[in-house]
């Protein structure tokens, strides 16, 4: 069900722009909602006569169930103790019933990485995440969304599914160790007493198109960002193709380790689509979707965006990607916000800023992230209301020493200046 945030309606009244702040989180320092809260304070400090909304998104990873819960305020939050991935309980894990009886569930709220008390990339498993299905199940849900990101795991799903009642033996009969790497024991998959899924059945969201094996799999790619190394990247890599053959097979999708995003989380994608009949969906479309960016977009003459870290990757299955090409079909300018650049900002990008460069550091910018977003937002506003009152000049509007906004003309979707034109020259 698409949220239905609030929206300021009419034509804006000339020199009042409609801001949309659409951010993905801040990883590691920020989440989205809280992010986009701190930007548009700054753009109100600097232009308050200006319409802002806040609508934060996520693109299927940590950080999906609060940019629902702020998009749908109608939705409702359960909690309950799970098992963590290195085999302790997480006392409050959580995941969203939305009113269209969809329920959302969060690998990194019971399976995340930043959940272990150090890397164990061997035994980590995602055992909770599979509670949580089940809870969310039980509570009568027709369908359920599992976003998949951020996890400590490369069990295959096989934490989760063991979880929902499936059954992963090795040659005496016996249940192999949770974790990925006891996969290379398993020889026998027992599906009988696995759980139905729900009438609406699973779609998992995933922000990667990496399939199971492979150079670009799992294992390869994800492995060694939960401590991997070339040695246990190897047995990882054999257990899943071990899993591959045996879970394919008894749960009649055998193609499903191909399939686009079936690596992700560690292979929970894999094991969902496999067993469960999961659909692997493109999770910052989906989340977009749910939480009516398109339809914001439509009554904004302007978008602000950001994200962590800005690289070749954002633009492929991430949330700057996705407001980036739903601004263009929307005819509305874009501008950036990122921690860091380690890429030139795209082209349809009409200005852009860089925490670490307006705080004068990387870790300043950590530090204290609400701050500099503020500065951020207010920056850009004030750039924006620079430009308004010269738009014939040919000098971009500055915005830091590492960031500019060039000036703006007025749109015909209303009369406020608007910043356009070619993207900033950004050093990171």
Do not use: Y
């Amino acid at each position: 069900m698409p949220g239905n945030p609030p929206q300021p309606s009419g034509p804006a009244a000339a020199g009042r722009t409609r801001v949309l702040v659409a951010p993905d989180s801040f990883k590691g320092s920020l989440p989205a909602a809280e992010a986009a809260a701190a930007i548009a304070a700054g753009w109100s400090s600097a232009r308050p006569a200006d319409m802002v909304v806040a609508l934060p998104v996520a693109d299927g990873g940590e950080g999906t169930l609060d940019a629902f819960a702020a998009a749908v305020p109608a939705a409702r939050r359960h909690t309950r103790a799970v098992t963590g991935p290195d085999g302790r309980r997480v006392a409050a894990a959580a995941w969203l019933a939305l009113p269209d009886g969809v329920a959302l569930v969060e690998l990194a709220q019971s399976s995340g990485l930043p959940l272990m008390a150090g890397p164990d990339p061997l035994r980590a498993q995602c055992t909770g995440l599979g509670e949580m299905i089940a809870d969310a199940a039980d509570a009568g849900s027709r369908q359920i969304l599992v976003a998949l990101g951020g996890s400590a795991s490369t069990d295959g799903g096989t934490g989760l599914l063991t979880a929902l009642g499936a059954r992963f033996l090795d040659a005496a009969g016996r249940p192999i160790a949770p974790g990925g790497g006891s996969l290379v024991e398993l020889a026998e998959v027992d599906l009988t007493g696995l759980r139905r899924p729900p009438p609406g059945g699973v779609r998992c969201l995933v922000d990667v198109d990496a399939p199971l094996l492979g150079p670009t799999g799992a294992a390869a790619v994800f492995g060694p960002q939960k401590g991997a190394g070339a040695a246990e990247i190897a047995r990882l890599e054999a257990g899943l193709a071990r899993l591959a053959e045996l879970l394919g097979r008894a749960g009649g999708r055998a193609g499903a380790a191909v399939l686009p995003g079936a690596g992700a989380a560690g292979g929970c994608a894999f094991g969902l689509a496999a067993a469960f009949g999961a659909e692997l969906v493109p999770g910052a479309a989906t989340v977009a979707a749910h939480a009516g960016l398109p339809a914001a977009l439509a009554r904004a003459d302007l978008v602000v965006t950001g994200e962590g870290r800005f690289d070749r990757t954002s633009l492929s299955g991430k949330v700057v990607g996705e407001v980036l090409a739903l601004a263009a079909r929307a005819g509305v300018p874009v501008l950036l916000v990122a921690g860091r650049f380690g890429a030139p900002a795209p082209a349809g990008v009409a200005g852009a800023v860089a925490l670490a460069d307006l705080a004068g550091g990387a870790a300043e910018a950590m530090a204290r992230p609400a701050h500099w977003l503020r500065q951020a937002g207010a920056s850009l506003g004030q750039a924006s209301a620079t430009s308004a009152t010269s738009a014939t000049s040919a000098t971009a509007a500055a915005v830091s020493p590492a960031a500019a906004v060039s000036p703006a003309r007025p749109t015909s979707r209303s009369q406020p200046a608007t910043p356009r034109g070619p993207s900033a020259t950004i050093t990171s």
